[in-house]
Every structure is written in C-alpha cells, then in structure tokens.
DNA sequence: TCTGGGGTCCTAGGACCC
DNA sequence: TCTGGGGTCCTAGGACCC
C-alpha cells in the first residue's frame, strides 16, 4: 500500500476507563478495578434514574455492558454501590489528568475532547520519555495512576483516527489497556471487521445504508468505488472511505474556524402532554433556563429554536417524530422575552398532537456587555455559585464554552430562590443547601 | 433499549440579491 | 417584459458523538 503522501505521526487518543465510577471509587478509598459500583442520575424527569457510567467489574459480574442503561436494569444486590453524580468533582478531576499530560507534550499538541477523552500529539517529544511509544503510553498511565489512582486507556496511532479506532476497537479490550494501529496494519487489523456500528462515526442508520449498498465489513467500504460513497452520502461518503484507509489529514494544532456555537436546554418529559397549558408551562421553564443560562455566559440570543418531539403514538399518526422551527429575534437573554418567542414558534406549529420531547435551543450569539444582577437570590447563593462558575470558565476555556455547561433548574412549585445545581444536566454534586 | 441531556456537522431547498 | 445565472443566507431535517 502507498501511503506516500500520508503525515506520520505519534497521536495517543486517551480516555478514562469507566470515568465517573473510577473517581467515585478512588475518593471512597476503593479500588476503581475491584468495585462494584454505579453513578445513577436520579433527576426528576430521567423516569426512575439514569445509570451514567458503570465500573469494570459491576459490568462483569452484573452483565451492565450499555454505557448508559435505566435503574430497572439494575440488580437487586446490596454488594453494588449506587451512588449520585458529582459533575464538579468529575471536572477538577478532568483538569489535573490534563495537567499531568502537559508535562508531555506542549499546548498546542494537547486537545481535550471531552470530559474524559483528550488527543495527544507526541510526533516531536515522545522520544524524551521512553525508547518508544508504548512505553511512553505506560509511563502516562502510570503516572495518571499514581497521583490520581485513576486508570486510563490509551489509543496509538499514526493520526488522530487511527489513535481513535485503536482506543475504540483494541484498547479497551487489552490487559494493558494500549491499543495501536498504524498503517501497515490496517489490512489486518481494521478491514475484518463487520460490525460496522462498532466503528467511530458509524452508528445504525448509516450502517443500514452501509449494508444497502451491499458493504458489510471494512473491506468492502475500502473496496468500494469512492465515487459511488460520494454520491451516496455526500462528503460524509469520502470520509468513510478516507477512515477505512485510516487516512486522517486533520491537525491538530492548527485552530479550525469554528461554527456558531449555540445553547440550549432539552427534556424528556415524564409522560405525555396534550394540554396546550401544560406544555406552555413546561416550554416557559425551559426558556427561563436557557435565558439564565445566557445571562450567566453574558452572551444574547439572536435566534430561537424550538423543537417538539411526539409520543411514539402521535409519531406513528403524523408520520413525523415532531418538528424544529426557528425564529430570529432581537438579541436578547430576558426570561419573557425568549419565552415569547418560544411560545409564539408554538402556537405557529403545533397541531394538537401529543408530546413527549422539547428542546429549545438558541444562537447567532453575541456578547452581553455589562453586568446582569440577579434580583431573586440572596447574595450569599450568589457568591456560593461563584466557586463553581470559576471551574467552569476554566473548562470553558479549554473545550470551548458549549462544550460543558453550567445549567440552573428551577424546580416546580418551588420558591424562586430553590433552584437545583446542574452541571451537563446531572447533579454538580455542590451543597448550596 | 417505549424515551437522558447537551452538543456538532452536513445537506437540500427556498428566498433573495445582483 | 414568455427571461439567465451565480452567490449567499436561512431553515428544516438527518445523523452522530460523549
């Protein structure tokens, strides 16, 4: 294979194995790989509780092999610790890892991806460290396990893709948690595979398409006219061919122009709505949310975005799972306002049709100059907020600001001071009391 | 997976401008 | 005014990721 053209790298695609659960295990004094615990986000519309992450040995010994599963899943057994969420715990922990992998590699090779993931680029120092690669891959780990007892799993490869296929598809699966793909070991290592959704960027409704065309395995989409995956599916279609190559041409350090960010809050309601007053009450919280949230990254809103989903029966009468409209408005980060407009895109749309899902989501976003004071709080909640904000300014930095958010949830019925702390929609784990 | 939550990116088609 | 074409912006919908 002439792969001539392709950059050479030393790309390691880390992640945190059974993130949540490990660091709930490591402040209890357990062993992250010798408990059997879960993280369950008990909100008041998750419908019972929402397992957020699993440890290693209650998959194995309770058969939990869904990242996320529901509580009716769960096993009866008082050996399994079920314990809340604590997002802010979650995020410090995040930015120590962080900072251990900058003593690695320099800023500008480092790309945090998500809470748990960050790409490394160590082409130009992994040979200060060790003889080669994997044994530099060891030393992180080591390192990360000594001073965090946290353990990683890491993905070698020649790009950023290659790194991602080995983390997804060997790593997690090795004793040694190291996984590594490099071009003359694609033919071996990637094309028998023929569970296409196993595959980062592939999930159902393309791997039915996928089959459509007859392409059931890596081979085969390797094997296929580029030309007939373009007109299939677009660029999307050339990217599918380039990453069954292992070909990735993206750099790391060079900044990419990013899209308009966007904010936006989302639920599943706890059961179905057909009352015209019901869901207006609901869409008005949610706008609330949204607008504080605004207010709270002193950004305005120049566009609203309301999306219903129907309950499965409504879907199957209408042919439609719902619908998303959008308005522009003038920007703004005002409760009534946004809930104005919310309620407007409603009445516009909606026909009568049952619902299960909203969503409101805001952007064409610009920066709201000048303080906004929150008159329904007492200062000291305030100032109480203020510890948790700083963390997440500091994570906003590095994943961008939409990346991770700090969400306020006013509870029903409640007075307007009692408001619950969130932090990506599960509980930050602060005690405002 | 009879419904988690917060995002991003891609595309087709229509409106509008010159 | 029995008529052209290119470009841009916007919207809705689809798909995927963590």
Same mark, same amino acid.
């Not at 008990?42 to 010994?61: C, F």
């Not at 001073?147 to 997804?168: F, H, R, S």
């Given at each position: ?29 357990? $062993? ?12 008041? /519309? #998750? /419908?019972? *509780? ?16 869904? /990242? ?5 899943? +769960? ?12 997002? #802010? ?10 900072? %251990? ?53 890491? @993905? %070698? ?28 070991? %694609? ?23 996928? $089959?459509?065309? $007859? %392409? ?120 009534? +306002? ?30 709201? #100059? *000048? ?52 932090? @990506?929609? $599960?509980?930050? *784990? /602060?005690?405002?009391?």
């Amino acid at each position: 294979m002439l792969y001539v053209p392709e950059s050479n790298r030393v790309v390691f695609l880390i992640d945190n194995k059974s993130f949540y659960a490990s660091v709930e295990c490591t402040v209890r004094g357990l $062993h992250p790989l010798e408990t059997a615990l879960v993280v369950m986000s008990e909100q008041a /519309n #998750t /419908n019972g *509780g929402l397992i957020l992450a699993t440890s290693p040995l209650a998959k194995k010994r309770y058969g939990l092999q869904a /990242n996320v599963s529901r509580q009716r899943d +769960l096993p009866q057994d008082d050996a399994l610790l079920v314990v809340p969420p604590r997002m #802010t715990l979650y995020i410090q922990r995040n930015l120590a890892i962080n900072d %251990i992998f900058r003593r690695f590699v320099p800023d500008t090779a480092l790309c945090p991806y998500s809470i748990d993931e960050s790409i490394l680029d160590l082409t130009h120092t992994w040979r200060l460290f060790g003889p080669t690669p994997y044994a530099v891959a060891q030393l992180i780990q080591h390192t990360v396990r000594a001073e965090l007892g946290l353990y990683l799993t890491i @993905g %070698i490869g020649c790009n950023p893709v290659q790194a991602k296929l080995a983390l997804d598809l060997y790593a997690k699966h090795t004793p040694d948690l190291i996984g590594t793909l490099s071009y003359d070991q %694609i033919a071996e290592k990637l094309w028998p595979i023929t569970d296409l959704t196993s595959v980062w960027s592939i999930a159902h409704r393309t791997a039915k398409r996928l $089959h459509r065309l $007859h %392409i059931t395995s890596l081979y085969t989409l390797a094997h296929t006219e580029p030309a007939i995956l373009k007109h299939e599916f677009g660029i999307v279609g050339t990217q599918l061919f380039a990453l069954s190559w292992g070909i990735d041409r993206a750099e790391l350090a060079r900044t990419v122009p990013t899209r308009a960010p966007s904010i936006g809050n989302s639920q599943v309601l706890p059961r179905d709505y057909a009352v015209q007053t019901q869901i207006e009450v609901v869409l008005k919280e949610l706008a609330e949310q949204v607008a504080a949230r605004l207010r709270h990254h002193r950004q305005q809103a120049g566009t609203v975005a309301l999306t219903i989903g129907f309950s499965y029966a409504a879907s199957a009468a209408d042919g439609r799972g719902g619908f998303t409209h959008a308005m522009r408005i003038p920007p703004t980060n005002r409760d009534d +306002l946004l809930a104005a407009a919310v309620i407007h895109l409603f009445r516009a749309h909606w026909e009568g049709q049952v619902i299960r899902n909203v969503a409101i989501s805001t952007g064409a976003l610009s920066p709201d #100059t *000048g303080e906004q004071l929150n008159l329904f709080e007492a200062v000291s909640t305030q100032v109480h907020r203020s510890d948790l904000a700083r963390t997440t300014d500091m994570i906003r930095s590095r994943f961008g600001f939409t990346k991770l958010v700090y969400a306020k949830s006013k509870l029903l019925g409640g007075t307007a001071i009692d408001r619950a702390s969130l932090v @990506g929609g $599960h509980n930050g *784990g /602060n005690a405002y009391e």
